[in-house]
């Protein structure tokens, strides 16, 4: 099976910085995705890692650390419209399909 | 990217009767699509795999009498909840990707409710 963990909240005020961590445990890992969700929406993709390591792709990077089942997604000079869950979610090998945790609520404030 | 297009947005309909989701891909062919539910404050359930041209395969403890899928085509897959009770309202998802290493791209979600 698959345990996937982050933490349910976190709060930040504008302009901050913030990281977001993800802990995995699975087998036949085959990469690492994040989503950001706003409320009634569905997820949009952010970033993916399937080497270890730090992936840049814009404004919102990933970091991998496969040894360690552990991801993060940094986000900077936050700004009131990054208050929405972010999920993290595992593909294993072998599958197409995603397994998402259970999001963390990001609320920005001024 | 990618874009998957689902329909419709919002559906409220009455306990009893049947209500059908669609899910298309616009500009690719996806062979797989898959269907999640997502209850308020909970996370993304997968509920099922879409797949082209034979039956679907449902995850544990999803009734594949009650939520019919089928995927006719490349480009379509429809989720259809047959005699919908207010316990099925929720947030349906469809998702598809261009190949199993690519990440997934969402439909714009199913709001049902049943009153």
């Known amino acids: 099976g698959q345990n996937i963990d982050q933490p349910t909240e976190m709060t930040a005020t504008e302009g901050a910085i913030v990281q977001i961590n993800c802990t995995y445990q699975?087998?036949?890992?085959?990469?690492l995705f994040w989503y950001q969700q706003h409320a009634g929406e569905a997820p949009t993709f952010l970033s993916y890692?399937?080497?270890?390591g730090l992936e840049e792709k814009g404004r919102f990077s990933s970091f991998l650390s496969r040894s360690k089942g552990y991801s993060y997604l940094p986000l900077k000079e936050l700004q009131m419209k990054d208050s929405a869950s972010y999920l993290c979610?595992?593909?294993?090998?072998?599958?197409?399909?995603?397994?998402f945790g259970k999001g963390t609520m990001l609320l920005v404030s001024p | 990217g990618a874009v998957v297009s689902q329909h419709p947005s919002r559906v409220i309909c009455k306990s009893g009767t049947s209500v059908k989701i669609e899910c298309r891909s616009l500009?690719?062919?996806?062979?797989?699509m898959f269907w999640y539910r997502q209850f308020p404050k909970q996370s993304l359930m997968l509920m099922a795999t879409?797949?082209?041209?034979?039956?679907?395969?449902?995850e544990q403890g999803v009734e594949k009498d009650k939520f019919l899928i089928n995927h006719a085509s490349l480009t379509l897959s429809t989720l259809t909840v047959t005699s919908a009770h207010p316990e099925d309202s929720s947030f349906y998802i469809c998702?598809?990707?261009?190949?199993?290493?690519?990440?997934?791209?969402f439909g714009q979600g199913t709001r049902l409710t049943v009153v």
């Open positions: 998702s598809a990707g261009e190949d199993s290493n690519t990440e997934a791209f």
């Open positions: 699975t087998s036949g890992f085959n990469g």
């Open positions: 890692n399937v080497l270890d």
């Open positions: 979610a595992v593909k294993r090998e072998r599958y197409s399909t995603l397994t």
């Open positions: 500009d690719f062919q996806a062979t797989t």
């Open positions: 879409s797949n082209e041209g034979s039956k679907a395969t449902y």
